[in-house]
């Protein structure tokens, strides 16, 4: 998984950064906004039938609506489970900066002006 090493995600140029998180925060709001748009007009895009309508092209409607209502609700449960993946990630994402930040401050620590070969002649 590219998340397991905090060292090797710089070298690979997928090193997580605060501005990616941000991003991914964005899209998380505008992904709530869509949803919460759907949740909010879904009953009106595809009202419930109401069976009052009796004949064969009737029938054919309230099969087409049915069809395009459990369309509409996949779409819908779509986003929730987009929202749920995109929360996780970006919760694996902070997790993926905190321990690229603790790597560097380890690195930083280990490597003291009086320990580096450098500075010895």
């Known amino acids: 998984m590219l998340d397991s ?15 990616r998180i941000d991003d991914a925060g964005a899209y998380l709001l505008m992904l709530r906004s869509l949803l919460a748009e759907v949740n909010e007009s ?32 996949a779409a819908r449960d779509g986003l929730v489970d987009a929202e749920s993946a995109l929360v996780d990630r970006i919760r694996r994402m902070e997790h993926q900066l905190d321990l690229q930040r603790a790597a560097l401050g380890a690195q930083h620590v280990q490597i003291t002006r009086s320990d580096a070969s450098w500075t010895t002649r």
């Open 5 to 19: 090493d905090p060292y090797a995600l710089p070298l690979k140029g997928t090193a997580v950064s605060r501005e």
């Open 42 to 73: 879904v009953h009106r895009l595809v009202p419930p039938s109401t069976g009052a309508w009796r004949s064969s092209a009737a029938e054919g409607y309230v099969r087409g609506l049915d069809d395009l209502r459990a369309r509409v609700l």
